[in-house]
């Protein structure tokens, strides 16, 4: 219940239909879609060499509590807004005023991310890292956080899935793009939300949906509609704060493990 009203939470906050509205079904049949629980490899277990490096990144980047690249990952919390967050990369702020093609585009893609993230969460149902080892965490330490599983990144399953589309919707900004994205998915390290190993299999389970994605006619067709918007929202501007976005790239420049 949680993670379904996120998705319509996510869909209301870039714009997409109000919470009363019938939800997407996505460009991905059942059949089209690719299976997380084969392609991605199993959630950790204890006493494995990957369930020892989670604990250990986990207990190591504790150390940047209320630093800027914590406030950083509390922003990234939103994942609803990750054109936002995408702005500085991009060269502009895409909104459904501005780009109504491209916000389309991914609230009909966020079934089928949302589809690749629930099963596997479901089926390992791995704990979040703060619920195994004691340490602060960005976030509120709520009921519903804690009933959500670890494995994989839902955070970094859509944050890496609209980098890479973005990146093709802009492929002369694609590495700046694709930076942010690799941070937002950093950020929920950070945060203290999810290990490492979650983090790593949100960026395969993204890339596997968007692989899949390409596969579908309806997808192509409003991809190729968007690159044309984006361009156009790109030249009219108008563009980000240039100071915002170099304390941004500073920040993002190095791993936080």
């Known amino acids: 219940m949680t993670r379904a009203l996120t998705v319509v939470a996510a869909l209301a906050l870039i714009g997409a239909a109000p919470a009363r509205a019938p939800a997407p079904k996505g460009y991905l049949s059942a059949a089209e879609a690719p299976d997380p629980l084969r392609i991605l490899p199993p959630a950790p277990v204890a006493g494995s060499s990957r369930y020892e490096a989670d604990r250990t990144i986990f207990l190591q980047t504790r150390i940047y509590k209320d630093t800027p690249r914590w406030a950083l990952a509390q922003n990234d919390i939103n994942q609803a807004a990750i054109l936002k967050d995408l702005a500085c990369s991009v060269g502009v702020e895409l909104t459904p005023q501005n780009a109504p093609k491209t916000v389309d585009l991914f609230k009909k893609m966020l079934p089928d991310v949302r589809r690749a993230i629930d099963v596997p969460k479901d089926f390992y149902q791995r704990k979040r890292p703060y619920l195994i080892d004691e340490g602060p965490i960005c976030d509120q330490k709520s009921e519903s956080l804690a009933k959500?599983?670890?494995?994989?990144?839902?955070?970094?399953?859509?944050?890496?899935?609209?980098?890479?589309?973005?990146?093709?919707?802009?492929?002369?900004?694609?590495?700046?793009?694709?930076?942010?994205?690799?941070?937002?998915?950093?950020?929920?390290?950070?945060?203290?939300?999810?290990?490492?190993?979650?983090?790593?299999?949100?960026?395969?389970?993204?890339?596997?949906?968007?692989?899949?994605?390409?596969?579908?006619?309806?997808?192509?067709?409003?991809?190729?509609?968007?690159?044309?918007?984006?361009?156009?929202?790109?030249?009219?501007?108008?563009?980000?704060?240039?100071?915002a976005c170099a304390q941004e790239a500073a920040l993002i420049a190095k791993s936080p493990y």
């Open 148 to 243: 959500s599983p670890d494995y994989p990144s839902g955070h970094n399953t859509w944050s890496w899935s609209v980098g890479l589309v973005m990146a093709e919707l802009a492929p002369d900004r694609a590495t700046d793009i694709l930076v942010r994205a690799r941070a937002f998915g950093e950020s929920r390290l950070v945060c203290g939300v999810h290990n490492l190993s979650a983090v790593e299999a949100g960026r395969t389970n993204a890339s596997a949906v968007v692989a899949a994605l390409h596969g579908s006619d309806a997808f192509r067709k409003d991809l190729e509609a968007a690159r044309k918007e984006v361009a156009a929202a790109r030249k009219a501007g108008p563009a980000p704060d240039p100071a």
